[in-house]
């Protein structure tokens, strides 16, 4: 079966530090891959999605980015991070149609 | 774009029925939904397709209403359980999309 592991599951960072959170899954090839944001009490941003190595869609302009060094490793990163990068970061894949299936995610607060 | 969820919140008693509709203004392929517990990560519930069937899960079945781009998530008999955020995701019409589109979420409280 299929498993997707995410982490750290909370992270806490000052403003200006820089960011990696991580994602991979296990159980099937070749999936599409996602990081979405969702601010409290808010819904589901889409960040990035990836659909092979190396190939990575853009959704919002930020000072995010997306990485897929391997098949099932995703990578969000920044080098600097805002107070407004605070938020509840998800990672997702789907094989096929889109349905999508999501990691336990990370809760991130910038201080 | 993203869809419009309504109603934002709903507060039931267990065992009372709920509605949550989700609408798109774009001709829709497929709407998905998903339910988010406080602090987890949201889980899958079923998919409708563009010329498919109304779909169920346990007691929470579903319709999509493609002239309308409408669709509409029925709980019935609500259960503790079912407390949440619901989210609808919506798929365009090119079926080859490769996200989804989700609107800002019903949440449901099941009270006792």
């Known amino acids: 079966s299929q498993t997707i592991h995410q982490w750290p599951a909370t992270l806490v960072q000052p403003v200006g530090s820089p960011l990696s959170l991580e994602c991979t899954v296990e159980g099937t090839s070749n999936p599409n891959l996602y990081w979405y944001r969702q601010a409290a009490g808010r819904g589901l941003q889409l960040l990035f999605y990836?659909?092979?190595?190396?190939?990575i869609s853009s959704e919002v302009p930020q000072n995010l980015s997306a990485s897929r060094p391997q098949d099932r490793q995703f990578i969000l990163s920044s080098k600097k991070l805002l107070l407004s990068d605070s938020g509840f970061y998800l990672c997702?894949?789907?094989?096929?149609?889109?349905?999508?299936?999501f990691g336990n995610g990370t809760r991130l607060t910038v201080t | 774009q993203q869809p419009v969820q309504s109603p934002q919140a709903v507060i039931l008693r267990e065992g009372e029925d709920a509605v949550i509709n989700c609408s798109s203004s774009k001709a829709l392929y497929s709407v998905h939904w998903y339910r988010q517990k406080h602090g987890e990560a949201p889980v899958f519930l079923m998919i409708?397709?563009?010329?498919?069937e109304q779909m169920r899960h346990e007691k929470i079945s579903a319709s999509f209403n493609e002239k309308k781009q409408q669709s509409s998530l029925y709980l019935t008999a609500s259960q503790l359980s079912y407390s949440g955020t619901y989210f609808c995701g919506t798929e365009g019409m090119s079926g080859s999309a490769r996200q989804l589109t989700f609107g800002s979420g019903t949440q449901l409280t099941v009270l006792p």
């Open positions: 990836s659909v092979g190595i190396g190939q």
């Open positions: 409708l397709l563009k010329g498919g």
């Open positions: 997702a894949w789907s094989a096929g149609r889109v349905t999508l299936h």
